[in-house]
């Protein structure tokens, strides 16, 4: 089972689940776990890419002097579109 280090897997719960009172029930939590695993580590590389793509923008926006015609375009993109953060320049 997968307690935290120093704590009995008896004594582990959440909300989600009751307290683990068995091994079959521990493996049975570190089965769902692994079941979904896949999912939140592809789920997370999206939400990655993503933060990479407003960071990108984030600093490209950093560059511009306000005022000036690129600082404006980038500007109607965020309130009209969203961002533009896309990996639009």
Not at 66 to 83: F, N
Request: proline share 4%; charged share 25%.
């Amino acid at each position: 089972c997968l307690a935290p280090r120093g704590v009995p897997f008896a004594c582990v719960s959440t909300r989600k689940y009751v307290p683990v009172v068995s091994q079959e029930q521990c493996q049975s939590y570190e089965n769902d776990f692994n079941a979904e695993f896949d999912e939140y580590r592809r789920l997370h590389a999206q939400i990655d890419a993503e933060v990479k793509k407003f960071t990108k923008f984030q600093e490209q926006w950093k560059l511009l002097s306000p005022g000036s015609q690129e600082y404006m375009v980038k500007k109607v993109k965020i309130l009209v579109w969203g961002g533009g953060a896309g990996g639009e320049n």
